[in-house]
């Protein structure tokens, strides 16, 4: 059974850092490409940041760009996403989600909470 | 960048009612459009990817039409498991993604 499982959520101050991990399981993880997607409370789906299976490619959201980093550690089944320079707006659940061309995003995990806040 | 609206934002619907949801793209995606499903505090759902093919498992009354700028989301018979938030997702510029703004389904 696929399973993605967050954590690394809080409560940090505006412009603090935060690191959150997504660990793997029930399937070839390092076969994968990977995506996080944030939900402001109360609101719609929006994508931040793909990382391929190797980890060579890398895409951010604008929103996000040069402040989050996203990284893998295949060996140990783990999708990451550095969070620096935090602002009010970042405030959401924070989904890790696999991705498989021609579908989409077929799994996703239960989210973590973030909340930029002082 | 590709923009996607969805209409309407709210649907109210009774068990039984055959529901319809309109995605629309602001530029030419193909097929490459996804359909979602969320519950209150729950991840979301894959229920339709390519534009009409069903994901695993998910119950048939569940179909997808459409190609270019205008897709749907129909679901035949209503049930009381699927009232819900509906989202479109486009991955013609994959792997960006762009999602839509969402469609509540209440209960009439």
């Known amino acids: 059974e696929v399973q993605l499982v967050e954590s690394g959520g809080g409560l940090v101050q505006p412009g603090g850092s935060l690191r959150l991990s997504c660990a793997a399981s029930g399937f070839t993880f390092s076969s994968y490409e990977m995506n996080w997607v944030r939900q402001a409370p109360g609101k719609g789906l929006e994508w931040v940041s793909y990382?391929?299976?190797?980890?060579?490619?890398?895409y951010y959201a604008d929103s996000v760009k040069g402040r989050f980093t996203i990284s893998r550690d295949n060996a140990k089944n783990s999708l990451y996403l550095q969070m620096n320079s935090l602002r009010a707006e970042d405030t959401a659940v924070y989904y890790c989600a696999r991705a498989v061309a021609g579908i989409g995003t077929d799994y996703w995990g239960q989210g973590t909470l973030v909340t930029v806040s002082s | 960048d590709i923009q996607m609206t969805q209409s309407p934002s709210t649907l109210s619907a009774s068990v039984g009612d055959r529901v319809t949801i309109t995605c629309r793209a602001s530029?030419?995606?193909?097929?490459?459009l996804a359909w979602y499903q969320q519950k209150p505090g729950k991840a979301p759902k894959l229920l339709i990817y390519?534009?009409?093919s069903l994901e695993s498992g998910v119950p048939s009354r569940f179909s997808g039409s459409g190609s270019g700028t205008e897709f749907t989301l129909t679901i035949s018979s209503l049930q009381p498991d699927d009232f819900a938030t509906y989202y479109c997702?486009?991955?013609?510029?994959?792997?960006?993604?762009?999602f839509g703004p969402g469609t509540k389904v209440d209960i009439k």
């Open positions: 990382i391929s299976s190797s980890g060579s490619t890398i």
């Open positions: 390519k534009a009409s």
């Open positions: 530029q030419s995606i193909s097929s490459w």
């Open positions: 997702q486009q991955y013609n510029s994959y792997p960006l993604f762009t």
